[in-house]
């Protein structure tokens, strides 16, 4: 019997691998708003009532999606995080940074579910907030060892802001200072626009050397968070 479940489990993965395959095709070819369950089950020769056993509607495809972009990206600045350990956080920062564009210029249509247009009628559940916190959680991450070692160069906070600052850096990361906080979530909202100029087009005609273009953005967001360049 262990081994027929076993056996069951692991039909039940390689099957489910096979419909978000499928479906991540369709998103490239006809984009997230077009996705059809009856289209991934044609081209996998399925019938739709069998995969309805796997995703029981287009809504359910559509966050099993979004959660794997997530965590495929969170994972590629963990790792790059990860392997610049010992460097110093400017550096860790930066290296976090070039791995989520690399992903992404990868992956565009992958980044294009996350960070694109809204999938019109689609509402993304409570499930894919953990996911999606994953870059800005290494970012945090970086400044708080910085924080808590070399120091920070704290950028400047309006007394106009604070009270946000507070309450936002209360959520965030309570131990950080909230000027520090507020220059994050700056920051995290700065990268993924580079990274969205860069994906979707914006910089055709205008930035040639990308590479070089967006390391040196990534160390100037990483300063003005207050990562210092020099020891």
Not at 113 to 139: C, E, F, K, M, W
Not at 174 to 200: C, I, K, N, R, Y
Request: overall charge neutral.
């Amino acid at each position: 019997m262990t081994t027929v479940r076993g056996a069951r489990a692991r039909a039940r993965i390689e099957i489910t691998a096979a419909i978000k395959a499928e479906a991540r095709t369709q998103l490239a070819a006809e984009g997230a708003a077009k996705l059809s369950l009856r289209a991934v089950a044609r081209e996998l020769g399925m019938v739709s009532s069998a995969l309805y056993r796997y995703f029981p509607s287009r809504d359910d495809l559509l966050t099993a999606l979004i959660v794997d972009a997530y965590d495929a990206v969170g994972a590629a600045a963990e790792r790059a995080a990860a392997e610049a350990a010992g460097e110093r956080p400017l550096v860790r920062w930066t290296a976090a940074c070039r791995a989520v564009r690399a992903w992404a210029v990868a992956h565009p249509h992958e980044y294009a579910l996350i960070y694109g247009s809204p999938v019109p009628g689609y509402t993304a559940p409570q499930d894919t907030n953990a996911p999606a916190a994953r870059v800005g959680l290494v970012l945090v991450d970086i400044a708080r060892e910085a924080h808590r070692g070399e120091g920070v160069a704290l950028p400047p906070l309006p007394d106009s802001l604070l009270p946000e600052a507070v309450r936002l850096t209360a959520d965030m990361a309570p131990d950080l200072p909230p000027a520090l906080g507020v220059a994050l979530v700056a920051a995290w909202s700065q990268l993924f626009g580079l990274v969205s100029f860069e994906v979707f087009g914006q910089f055709h005609r205008v930035v040639e050397d990308r590479d070089a273009f967006f390391t040196t953005a990534a160390r100037r967001l990483g300063q003005d968070v207050g990562l210092l360049p020099r020891a």
